[in-house]
């Protein structure tokens, strides 16, 4: 199998890791609720964990996480530097899950543990970016919003290859698209801080 093959096989694995429905999983076995019915229909972690119950998003939480990381892992583990656009296309799973026909989460975690696994002072430089919007404008997700669409400058800053700038693209592109009606709801005056 050729290389290329091989790169689009491990994107697609990526896809496929990031679209297991952790915390719908959780959220059913735990209180026999579906998330997609429950504020919103967000399948993520901080859905389960106001909606249902501490455990079952705390557990999908470190789900969501591992995705990211395996996913990021196997491609760099194949492809040095592959782990950025393999990774990248786990969160794509994460946010459009195939088994619940395209309903998914916010790729927050997933993004996390794809970053984490990648280089710890992109996820630092992230997280710090959040948390100031977050102080400055009392909203998370706004303060998601500036850390996503800012990842691809962040990621060149210290990595500096077309892998992390690519892989923080699509990331942050379909991040930003999950975001739109909380960041309609920021400019309408609606603040929510977690």
């Given at each position: 199998m050729s290389g290329v093959s091989s790169r689009l096989l491990l994107a697609l694995l990526?896809?496929?890791?990031?679209?297991?429905?952790?915390n719908y999983v959780t959220a059913k076995v735990f209180a026999g609720v579906d998330l997609r019915e429950v504020d919103g229909g967000n399948v993520g972690s901080m859905n389960n964990m106001r909606?249902?119950?501490?455990?079952?998003g705390f557990l999908g939480l470190?789900?969501?996480i591992g995705k990211g990381a395996l996913a990021a892992y196997l491609g760099?583990?194949?492809?040095?530097?592959?782990?950025?656009?393999?990774?990248?296309?786990?969160?794509v799973g994460h946010n459009w899950m195939l088994p619940l026909r395209f309903a998914g989460g916010k790729g927050v975690a997933t993004t996390a543990g794809m970053?984490?696994?990648?280089?710890?002072?992109?996820?630092?430089?992230?997280?710090?970016?959040?948390?100031?919007?977050i102080l400055v404008v009392?909203?998370?997700?706004?303060?998601?919003?500036?850390?996503y669409a800012t990842l691809p400058l962040v990621a060149w800053g210290f990595v500096r290859t077309w892998e992390a700038v690519v892989g923080s693209?699509?990331?942050?592109?379909?991040?930003?698209?999950?975001?739109t009606p909380d960041l309609r709801a920021f400019r309408a005056g609606r603040r929510i801080v977690f």
């Open positions: 990526g896809y496929l890791l990031g679209s297991f429905p952790a909606n249902v119950a501490f455990l079952p470190i789900l969501d760099n583990w194949f492809f040095p530097g592959w782990g950025w656009i393999s990774g990248a296309f786990s969160v970053i984490l696994t990648l280089d710890y002072r992109v996820i630092l430089a992230w997280a710090i970016i959040a948390g100031v919007v009392k909203d998370s997700y706004a303060g998601a919003g500036v850390a693209a699509i990331v942050g592109v379909a991040c930003l698209i999950k975001l």
